[in-house]
């Protein structure tokens, strides 16, 4: 069962515009929703992170938009460029009865801006 | 800056044989994560490693194992490979004190099984 759903699958925009990926959870004890960023054929990249004391973080053209009463959390990035072109995963961390942290990841987003 | 380091980057191997696949983690990185990727999915946890000692299991089969040792590289060791074990394998590190969010994760290794 995927603890992190994660909305749409594949995303299209134009250069200039706003790229939304949404994701929801139901584990309230996740402590920390990180967004990566993956180009193919190398390794996810942390790209911005949030807490769930927070409703809002933002960093250049990305912010997070975190919703902790309906459980869900999105990544915005404004002026979408070709660049931006990748597969965005959603994360939450979590401890583990052994007393570490893991990551559990969303099915991720391919996006593509067109120029 | 130094970033994780993989190696092979790719392997190809046959069914029933053995892999090994090595990850050196970024220096003063004391944790390690092993994630597998299948093509058009999210990363699976394998397993992580904190300070040389196995700290928590994913989704590992019993075929695979795992170690850190004493440099604090690790080796993912796969054995009676299957097609299924097709994928991209990734090693993941962090730092003390950081959360493990924070993960540094290396370019991987495609491995394929014919």
């Not at chain 1, 250069?15 to 996810?44: H, L, M, R, V």
């Amino acid at each position: 069962q995927q603890q992190v759903k994660q909305s749409p699958q594949s995303l299209i925009v134009q250069k200039g515009g706003i790229s939304i990926i949404n994701c929801a959870y139901e584990n309230t004890a996740f402590d920390y929703f990180p967004w990566y960023q993956q180009f193919p054929g190398k390794g996810p990249a942390l790209l911005i992170a949030i807490r769930p004391d927070v409703s809002e973080k933002k960093e250049g053209r990305f912010t997070i938009s975190f919703n902790k009463s309906a459980k869900q959390f999105s990544l915005h990035i404004m002026d979408s460029q070709p660049g931006d072109s990748a597969t965005y995963f959603c994360a939450a961390s979590e401890f583990t009865q052994g007393g570490s942290e893991k990551l559990v990841f969303g099915k991720g987003t391919k996006l593509t801006v067109n120029p | 800056a130094a970033g994780v380091i993989q190696s092979p980057r790719h392997l190809i191997k046959e069914k029933r044989e053995t892999a090994t696949l090595k990850c050196y983690p970024i220096p003063r990185h004391d944790t390690v994560y092993w994630y597998q990727q299948g093509p058009g999915q999210d990363p699976q946890f394998l397993i992580s490693f904190y300070e040389k000692m196995q700290s928590d299991k994913g989704s590992i089969p019993d075929r695979f194992s795992a170690q850190q040792f004493s440099d604090y590289h690790s080796e993912l060791n796969m054995s009676s490979l299957e097609l299924g074990d097709s994928a991209l394998y990734f090693c993941a590190s962090r730092k003390p004190g950081q959360g493990a969010y924070e993960q540094y994760f290396g370019p991987g290794t495609r491995l394929t099984v014919t």
